[in-house]
């Protein structure tokens, strides 16, 4: 599995004693830590470690050594060693939240200008892929855009439900 172009991972410490013991923010669920693990819980671990990284609390070096043997980790225990050294994640409010500031905006949008985004988003698209194979073209997307543009804002601007900014 280990090709010649994959780097090593840095020899670690032992797992720690208490199978059942915190690590981090992975939780050994098992009472046998040779119990085989998901990928599932190896990204959760990386994303620790990406977290851990970018805090300053390890090297890039060590990052990219704990990163591969994450990814092949087989055992929870094997996990555990990764962040045994390491503080547990405090969960903060942004971390929480699955969509970032700019998708919790796209996802407030009204229905109407999701579906006129999307579509306009794929119709470009295609134009690209068009302008790519064939040689550039015509940008015909820009007269549905338009036109369903103006029908689009016509109904958010007379639309009574919609709060005043």
């Known amino acids: 599995m280990h090709g010649p ?7 670690l410490p032992p797992p720690p004693p ?23 819980e190896r990204d959760r671990v990386i994303d620790q470690l990406a977290d ?8 890039l070096a060590e ?10 980790a087989r055992t929870g225990a094997d996990l555990a060693v990764l962040t045994a050294d390491l503080p547990a994640p405090t ?11 700019a998708a919790r905006r796209l996802l407030d949008l009204d229905p109407a200008i999701r ?21 550039a073209s015509y940008p015909w997307p820009i007269w ?9 804002a016509g109904k958010h601007r007379r639309d009574p439900a919609r709060p005043a900014p």
């Open 5 to 11: 172009c994959r780097p090593r991972p840095a020899q």
């Open 18 to 40: 208490d199978p059942g013991a915190r690590t981090g923010d992975l939780q050994v669920r098992t009472a046998d830590p040779r119990v085989r693990i998901g990928d599932a």
């Open 52 to 59: 851990h990284h970018a805090a300053g609390r390890l090297t």
């Open 63 to 72: 990052f990219e050594d704990r990163m591969a043997a994450a990814q092949t």
């Open 91 to 101: 969960a903060s409010p942004a971390s929480r939240s699955p969509a970032g500031p």
């Open 115 to 135: 579906t006129y985004l999307a579509v306009m988003a794929l119709l470009w698209l295609i134009w690209l892929a068009s302008a790519v194979v064939n040689g």
């Open 144 to 152: 549905p855009m338009l036109g369903w543009g103006i029908g689009v």
